[in-house]
Structures are given as structure tokens and as C-alpha cells.
């Protein structure tokens, strides 16, 4: 009875194991979405640094974590919201449909470590725009309509 289970069961793994690989792919719109909205944050006077965490895999799903920190005094609602508009600008532009979370900061630097938080906004889950008919709607109107996947 054991002979008979044990095949079965490395067959049950390897299956399992390969589902892994289909959901764990690495995307190269994704990662290119993050590398224009940090190059576009990068082109404001008020950003002093950007960068971007593209994550793939079973656990996250596809996800990017922009982060960025703006020159002491210029955390006005006006900069923030210029940020936003280009991330979800670019979003639209993109075939890519990343969960995509942002963490704004006042400082002289990124850190590379964990950081205290110290965000002056933070965007928990998404910059969402297809979930929300309003601002989908007025992307569509700004920029045209959203390009389909190749």
C-alpha cells in the first residue's frame, strides 16, 4: 500500500510545485511600470529620491512598493497629489494591473532598512484605478483608453 501512495504523492508534489512556477512569474511590464513612475517622481524638484520594489511570487501575487522622499517643507497636498496622479497616470498608460502601495517621506534620503514610519502619506494596498469607476473614468478622459496586453 505504501509503494502505491509514495508515486502518487511525488506526482501530487510535482504538480503542485509547478502550479507554484505559474504564479510566481516574473513580468517585465510590471518592473518597467516601476522604473518609469520613479523616473517620472525623479523628474519633480520637490523629490530628493525614489525607488520601487517590484515582488512576484505566490504570497504577493504582483506588487510594486513605490517609495520617495521630497525635500523638507515641500510635503504640501498639491506635491503629494502631483505624485499620485503620475503613479496612477502611468498605471493607465501600462498593460501591467500590479497591486501598487506608495509610502511618501520627508527627508534628505531613502533608507535602505526598515524605516520608522515617518511617511507623510502612505497608500496601505493600492493606487487603485480600474476599481474605481470615477477615477477610471477620468483617466480614460485625460489620458485615452487603457491599453490592452499584447
Known amino acids: 500500500m505504501?509503494?502505491?501512495r509514495l508515486p502518487v504523492a511525488a506526482v501530487l508534489l510535482a504538480g503542485l510545485l509547478?502550479?507554484?512556477n505559474v504564479t510566481d512569474q516574473y513580468h517585465q511590464e510590471y518592473d518597467d511600470l516601476g522604473k518609469k513612475i520613479v523616473a517620472d517622481w525623479k523628474q519633480l524638484p520637490e523629490v530628493v529620491d525614489a525607488k520601487y520594489d517590484y515582488r512576484h511570487g505566490l504570497d504577493v501575487g504582483q506588487s510594486i512598493g513605490?517609495?520617495?522622499a521630497i525635500r523638507m517643507g515641500s510635503d504640501s497636498p498639491a506635491v503629494v497629489e502631483k505624485m499620485v496622479e503620475i503613479a496612477r497616470r502611468d498605471y493607465w498608460e501600462s498593460t501591467a494591473s500590479p497591486t501598487m502601495g506608495a509610502g511618501i517621506y520627508t527627508a534628505d534620503k531613502l533608507f535602505d532598512g526598515p524605516v520608522k514610519d515617518t511617511s507623510i502619506i502612505r497608500y496601505n494596498g493600492q493606487i487603485?484605478?480600474?476599481d474605481d469607476p470615477e477615477v477610471?473614468?477620468?483617466l480614460e478622459k485625460k489620458y485615452g483608453p487603457?491599453?490592452?496586453k499584447k
Open 136 to 138: 477610471a473614468a477620468a
Open 18 to 20: 509547478a502550479g507554484c
Open 66 to 68: 513605490l517609495y520617495a
Open 146 to 148: 487603457r491599453p490592452t
Open 2 to 4: 505504501i509503494r502505491t
Open 128 to 130: 487603485k484605478v480600474e
